[in-house]
């Protein structure tokens, strides 16, 4: 398996931004597809953005325009870069790592987001 870990995550204003970093370890990192979930309290965990290995993007209709999800294959590591946040967005996001022909399918220990003025 793939060790995953979070960070950026942190309390910001509406309309502030932040950016999430996802790194991962092993030297198959560029064979990995990657994806940033949230979960928020009460609520199901729901796909916020997902990258390929070749590198193609998908984003939830409810943070397109605001939110993009970038990897550096160089320095394992993916990015949610989040703009225009807004109190909705306030969740605990998670990273996971997933190559289904590799069996590899591993997440992250959360890190937590919350907007509030």
């Known amino acids: 398996q793939v060790r995953v870990v979070e960070s950026g995550g942190g309390l910001v204003q509406p309309g502030g931004s932040l950016r999430l970093s996802c790194a991962a370890s092993g030297s198959i990192f560029r064979r990995l597809a990657l994806g940033w979930y949230r979960q928020a309290p009460g609520k199901q965990r729901e796909l916020v953005a997902g990258?390929?290995?070749?590198?193609?993007?998908n984003t939830a209709d409810s943070v397109k325009g605001r939110f993009t999800i970038s990897r550096d294959n160089a320095k394992n590591t993916a990015y949610l870069q989040m703009n225009a946040l807004k109190p909705e967005d306030t969740a605990v996001y998670y990273c996971n790592a997933r190559n289904p022909v590799l069996g590899i399918d591993s997440w992250g220990q959360g890190t937590q987001v919350t907007v509030s003025s």
């Open positions: 990258i390929t290995s070749g590198g193609s993007t």
